[in-house]
Structures are given as structure tokens and as C-alpha cells.
């Protein structure tokens, strides 16, 4: 049966790895196009008297980032719902969920932090002008007031936020509502529902669906990409001097990403492991490399799964009862590569805008990279529709995203593999703690 299901998922994943392939060449054209064409035909005048040309591009652009912000209450609600639901029987949340949860809170809290404290430590952006604040004229919703340092402000701002109705929540993007409205029914639905209860089977669909939407989005990326950088561009104005100082900030930005990310995985996580298990961490790093070169090449935790559920069974010897709970749910859930650049990203964009940051902003950040990490599904790309309310919360407009689309694909492939990693890492850890707890209280 696993064999069964594991040879289709091979064939949907070499489909899924080329389109994606694919999709980031076309993503890279329009980046490259985009510019050009702005370079070659664009006016700056066109900012104050537009023309039906660049009136077409900016309804584009705009119409793009409404469809990815369209999707964000829906698809972190019923991701969540779908994998709490998927634990299926309330002994299994007991038992489980403690533990496991507590497992993704710290790996992601450390993914988070160690992302921020390099940022800080390091400093890659301070030395540089802030180019787009004088250039851009932007206004942005902000969840923190700058001018406000009260941490118990902030703190009863968020109980307000995740004690809120989930319809007000949904229809007024309240990410923090939406995830814990969507932990508190998910929960109850394992706890009162009978485990063929068809409001699962509803929920898991609904799930699906919107799936499928996000893929029809995230397929017009090239467009939505080529849209915004002709308007970036048009707004950077001409300055190549701009232009080679942004695309070398954002040359450090992947770079620093991508070593944060490593740091993360070769590490922290096996340093993890090796404390919990004491298995060594180039034993444990050879024993899931299948699974990893499956997420680095498709970009996708969900689409790993088979793969990961393989591994988890048979190379690190863990229980299925573990593997079919810590793994499905951590596709969703667990994401370390995302919180880590998501809490970058927003540093470096915000540093970009000229946006200043206090200490109250940056716990916002490391609050709401959790979050949004979260609620993204393991899909190719997924992040970047959570990635607005990281920006949303800290006032840096919502078409800073393109910046980071320019660079989107290969860092979504080492960040899919960190993921993934998190997830078998987390079965050999939850494994060995109820290997412990049992010997210490058998039932
Ligand atoms: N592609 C990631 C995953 O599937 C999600 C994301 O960060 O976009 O784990």
C-alpha cells in the first residue's frame, strides 16, 4: 500500500519538479524583462501623469498581490484545521501532541532567532542609503505602533486579536484570530467527532481546493512578477547606481539567507538530535538524505511526504503511530527554513524602505515569522502569500514582495529541505520520548 502510494507520488513529483523548473525560468525572464523594458520604454513621468500603458501594469500588479492576499485567511485556517484533524483519535493528541508541538515551537523559535541575531550581529544593510524611502511613497497598515514601547499594549493588543470571532477574524485577515480559532476547533473536532466523522473528510477537501486556487496563483507568478518590477523599477527611477547597489544587497540577502539556513540544518537541528538520541548527527544526515533531495528538488513538504514517511519508518526505525502523526502534521506546521527567512526577509526589507525598527517591531517580526510559518502549507512558494502579514505587521508595503520573488525560487528549495529535515529530526526526538516516558511509566 505505502509502495503503491509512494511510486504515484514519484510520478506527480518528477510532473511537479518539472513545472516548477519551468516556472522559475519563466519568473527569472520576467524579472529580467520587466526591467529591460522599463529601462528601455519606461518614463518617470509616467509616476505623475500615467497612461493607459503603465495604468494596464499597475492594475496588474495590483490585481496580482490581491489574488495572493485573497488566499491567506482561507488557506491558513483550513491547513491548520486539516492537519490537527489529521491525528484522527484523541489518544494520539494527548499522547503526541504535547510533545510534538513543543518540539516545533522550539526548533522554529531557534530557526527565528538565530535568523534575527545574525541580522543584528551581523549588519549586512545598515551602511546602505535607504534607497526606496526617498524614492517610493508608500503607506502601510501597521499592527505595532512605532512610537509605542509598551510591551503589556502589545501583549493585550494580540490576546484582543486571538480572542476574536473566526468570521470577523477570516474576513478581517486577523493571522493570529485565524490560527488560534483554527487550533481551538481542530481540537475540539478530534475531541468530540467520531474519527469518520465526514466535517474531517469536508475539512481535508476544502483543503485540497484551495490548494489548487494557490497553484493557479503562484502559475501567475511571471506575470504578477514582470507587473511589479516594471513599477519598481519605473519608481527606482534611473540611478544605475541604485540598481547595482539594490541587486547586491539582495545578492547578501540570499547569501546570508542561505547560510543562516545551512547553519540551521547541518547544526542546530543535528545538535538536537544527537542531545535527545544520542545518535550521531552524520549517521542521521545519511539516513534522511533521500527524503532532503526530494524537497530540494520539488520544493514541496507535502509532496515529500511519502518519501519522509518511508524513511521515517524504515532507515531511523521510528514507530508508524509516531511518523503518520509528527510528519503530516509538521509538513504543515513545522518550518524552520520558512520562519528563518521569512524574520530575515522582513528585516532586510525594512532596512530597504528606510523603515526603522524597534525592539517592540522586531518581537513582532519573530511573532508574526512563527505565525505565518505556521499557517503555510508545504507547497512550492507557499510562503510568500503568509510572507504579507510579516511585512503587514511592521508597516513595509506589500509590493516589497516582489523584491523578494526575484530570489524566491532557489532559496524556497534549501528552506523546503530544512523543513523536511525538521520533520524526520522531530519523529527521532518524539520517538525517543515516549521510548523514555513509557519505560519510566508503563502503562
Ligand atoms: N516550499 C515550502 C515547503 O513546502 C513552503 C514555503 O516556505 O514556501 O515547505
Redesign the pocket.
Known sequence: MLADCICYHRRELIGMDEMYRNLTLQMLLATVLGILLAKAFGSPQWLTSPNVFYDVIVMIKVSFLAALKMLIAPMIFFSLISGISNIGNVMRLRQLGTVTLLYYLVTTSLAVLLGLAAVFWIHPWTEYPAVLESSLNFSAERMIDPNNSSLTLVLQQLFQLIFSNPFHALANLNIVGIVANAFLLGIAMVIVLPENSPLFTGVQHLNKVIMKVLGWIINLLPIGIFAIIFDFTLKLGFNSDYAEGFLSQLFQFGLLVVCLTLVHGAIVLPLLAWLATGRSPVNILHSIMQPLLVAFST????ATLPVSMQTAEQKLAVDKSVSSFVLPLGATMN?D??AL?EAVAAIFLAYLYGIELSTLMVFTVFLMAMISSIG?P???????SGMQIVLLAVGIPLEAIAILLVIERPL?TI??TI?VEGDLIGTLIVQRYLDRNNRINPA
Open positions: 520544493s514541496s513538504s507535502a518550518m527554513g520558512t527567512f503555510a508545504g507547497m512550492p512558494t507557499a510562503s510568500m524556497d528552506r523546503t523543513n
